[in-house]
Structures are given as C-alpha cells and as structure tokens.
C-alpha cells in the first residue's frame, strides 16, 4: 500500500488532541502552523463533532449542518477536517462511487508507475504557474499535490483554464491522503448542483466580475472607497485579483475555517468572504487609529487589498459572521448577477481585460485545420449548395465565412444535420424531436428566391417547455450569444445589441428565441428577426430590437426552398 494511503488510514482513526503534529498528513510541515482558537482561554470549546455533521448530512439537513459548519470554529490543528472535508466533497459526487484503488490505477496509466518521480512533474497547461500555492506542504507534499492535478487534467480534458484548482488541492492535502483528495476534487470539478471550481478563462471572468457587481451594492461604501484611490481610473484590476484575497491573502487558520464552509455550499461562501474583505478593508482603513496611509494606499492600490488580508485584524470567526450577515445576498441573486454576466461575455467574441485573456484579433478570422475538416464535412452535406450555379466553391467560401463568426470553442467540434426538410418532411413537430435536445444549433433558410440566411441558437429548442417559479411557461428564452447572419446574396453578421454595453432597451433587447406548436421566432421587439410557421413553408423577416439588423431578405416574406439545422458533436 502506497505511504500515502496507510498515512489516511492512521488519520482516520485519530481522536481529537491537543498535539499539533497528530492533525496533519505526512506531508506537512507543520511548524510554521499557527493554531488560532476562538474560545476564551482557560475554557473549553463546545464543538461538534464528526459524528454530529455526518448525521445531519445523511439525514438531508444541508441547512443544519450549513449552520454548524460556519459556527463552530474548530481549531486548525483539529483532527475533525481528516473526516470532515472528504465526507463534505463526497455529498457533491456524481455518478458511481469511485472503487479503491481507481487513483492509483489512474497514476498507473499517467506515469507507469506509483512511485513518486525524481523530476518535477510538468502540470496541465490550465494551471497558473503564478498560482501553485503549496502552503504548508513539504517538497514531497507539493510533488503529491501536482501528480493529483495532472491526474485530474487526464481524467478532465474539458478543463482549460483553472487557476483555483491547484491551491485548493494543496489545501486538501493538508488533513488526507493523496487518493482521497484525488476523490474530493474529482467531486468537486463535476459537481451535482453548485459550482466550486471555474474550468475556463470565460468563467474565470464572470466570477470577478460578479464580486465587482454584488460589492457595488452590498459593500457599496468599500468600492466606492477604492475607487476614489484609483486615481480615477477603474477599480476592475483590483477586483480581478478577488480569490486571491482569499486564496493567497488570508492567514492560514482564517483560509481553514473558509474552506469548512466552502466544501458544503460552494463558491458563493468565496463571494461572501471577499465582501466581507472588502468590508472590514474599508472599517479598518477609515479608522481614526489605523496605521494605514492614504498615500500608500493610492501608490500601491494593487496590493492594499492582499496586504491587509495577510495582517487581517479580526479573527476567523469574526470574518465568517461579517461574511454571513450580509443581508439580501441571497444564492438566487448572485446566481442571476452570474448569469447575466455570462451570457454578456459570451456575446463578445474577444474576452476583455488582461493577464493573458484577450485573443489576438488577427487570428479571430483564420480557420483550424480542425475547422477546416468540419467545413468540409458540412460543405458535403449542405443540400442547400445543390441549387447553386456557383456550386461547392462557393458554398465553402460562404461556410469559412459563417465559421469565423462562430464563437471560437464551437469551431471544434463535427458539425452534424439534425434536420433537413427535404429528409425529413416539413412538420414542427418533426423539428423538436430531432433537434430540441441539442446546444448548440446552426439554423440555415433556402428561401424561393435563392436568399440564403439563418441563425445561430444558443440554447436547446426544449427550453420553450420550462416554466417559471410560477408555473408558467416562460415566452422568450436563450442567451446573448445567439447571433442573425445573412449568407447570400449578401454576407453580414448581426450579433445580440447588448455586446455593445446597456442599451437601455430592457426587455426587447433580450428576445432571443421563442417557439411552440405553431411557429417558431428568433428575435423580438417592434418585429420578427425570424418567424416561420407550423409547416416550415412561409416565414417573415423584420427589424428587431433584439439584432438591430434589417429584414434579412428584401421582400421580407418568404417562402421557404429548404430549412437544414446543424448541432455540434460533442457540444
């Protein structure tokens, strides 16, 4: 049995003491650990214990045992968290439970061997190398901790961009075995309902920028502070740097006591705890005793915010309370500030801001060999090129076009026809059950007089089923990633009018897509982008508030030659 694995059985069964070394793993160093108890001294802490939590987790009470987590300041020498935190990582698990020995098998097929390597191991190309936070970890503690995120880049090859993942395996690896941290973050990048861990550059972005959303409102009077010391520039490139405050700013015994409560709700505990950062900067710094120079401040604001989270002034029990009492930070609102925030960055078709995540421009608009491949698949197979006089040529050159404004990570995968009316009949209700269950999809129209144009559908035709918090049937669905084009006789791309910021349209800049038993519709306010009947034959085109475009054929009825939908194989 691996040194690791027998070092989890012998952590196990440890009762609660006092002595500090009985509460790490082997691969800790454990002498520069600072022990922080919230108890007065002299009297001692009534904490549940284990036993306590499991009970309430079994039992479904996530509410009870919510609470528990975040009121009982176990100390950081505690030997609870080598139970704890894998049975808290464990309730997010889908799928089939992983059988003994699954890690080692996995080490097996990555390394050839179980055996640690001499040579540093070269992680995946998602983890930022400016982020290995190894805390505490020995030499061979940090070797563990990388075998563990290459293992896990073998078993995700979805992941792309995680900067969080490495630091919060080494924090595992603080009070377990490396197979059964291996189980917990297995858990916790593919988790049943919350989200734990972002797995691409464009999620990275939607979660600083929904801290920088929510703390405009719940720490209005802290961003407002900061933005004052910006020297009247924008406070983004502070709240860039969010998780790190925590990740890589807070005391250990303060980050230990975070990460109690994150292994059972998810992110939103790390949007809480830097709102409460953010809070207590602002108290601490505005104070009539506080060492803090305003100067200094606005010299090096970058780093106002890390620096005071390393000498942060309060306790971990006092950063948990300022971070739990804030009002009306309910989960559904972060979630819809989220949401919409997403759907915002994935109409742009250049991600913003710096430190690596803007893509060159000038490569916007060059094809993959990859993309190559799959237009040459669709070209084959798109039988609206069969009534062209130009032919397959041209049909290519339209779909290279069509391909460039496609956003980038759709371009590799197989395209593949779901739906063609000259296969499959012209019935909507032939539609929906081949194409509703797919997302993406690529909405192509042949009309009579030889116009070519469509749409680009962000979200599953089977949303127009959902209902609401009402039970009713919600009219207009999708998201502002969804685009108009026109591809003959004319080429032109018509994207979603909020890339563009707030256009103070409200509710008409947001139809997206709509559709029942009798017609389907792409875009909305004062006018169709899109509309089509119950028997695919006639459709109208107009100028909508959703596109801004114009009617995407010059007559702007239509009659319909040939209406092909494509998904995307793997998408």
Known sequence: MPVNAIG??????????????EAFAPHVDTSNISVLTDTPPGKKPNLKSFQDVQSLIQQGKKREAKIVLRENSW????????QLWPALCAQHHVGKTMLDGFYWDMVNQVFGTTELP??????????DSTHCLPYHLTR???????RVVSVLGYACPDITYSPTLYPITSILLHFMSEEECYHCMASLVAPKEKVFITQTKLLYEVTWKTVMQIAKKHAKSAVNYLSTMCNGQKPESIFMDWCWWILGGLPFP???????CFFHEGIKVFYRVSLAILILFHKHVTSSNSEWDTDAIKNDIDNALPKFCKNIPVSPAKLLRTAFSIRALSSTYISRVFLK??????????????????????SDNLPTSQSQINVQMMSHTLTIREKYREGLDTCRAMLFTLWSWLPVRITMYQPILLYTTEEHGCSLTTFYVRVEQHEPTLLMIKTCNNEVFGAYCSSRWFERNLKD?????????????TFLFSLYPERAKYPWVGIEGDTGLGH?????????????TIGGGEGQAIWMDENIRFGKTDRCQTFNNPPLCASGDFEIRVLEVYGFVGA
């Open 254 to 260: 303060h980050l230990v006591r975070v990460m109690d």
């Open 469 to 481: 918090d009402r039970g009713q049937r919600q009219a207009y669905f999708g998201t502002g990633e």
């Open 75 to 82: 100390p950081t020498n505690s030997p609870i968290r080598s």
């Open 140 to 146: 061979k503690g940090r070797a563990v901790a990388d």
């Open 8 to 21: 989890a059985e012998q952590l196990s069964g440890i009762e609660e003491e006092s002595d500090i070394y």
């Open 341 to 362: 925030t997403e759907m915002l960055l994935k109409s742009k078709s250049v991600l913003s801001g710096p430190k690596q995540m803007v893509r060159s421009r000038s």
């Open 118 to 127: 001499e040579k540093p191991i070269m992680l995946p190309p998602f983890v």
């Open 508 to 520: 008409a800049s947001e139809l997206f897509m709509a559709a029942d038993s009798k017609m389907i």
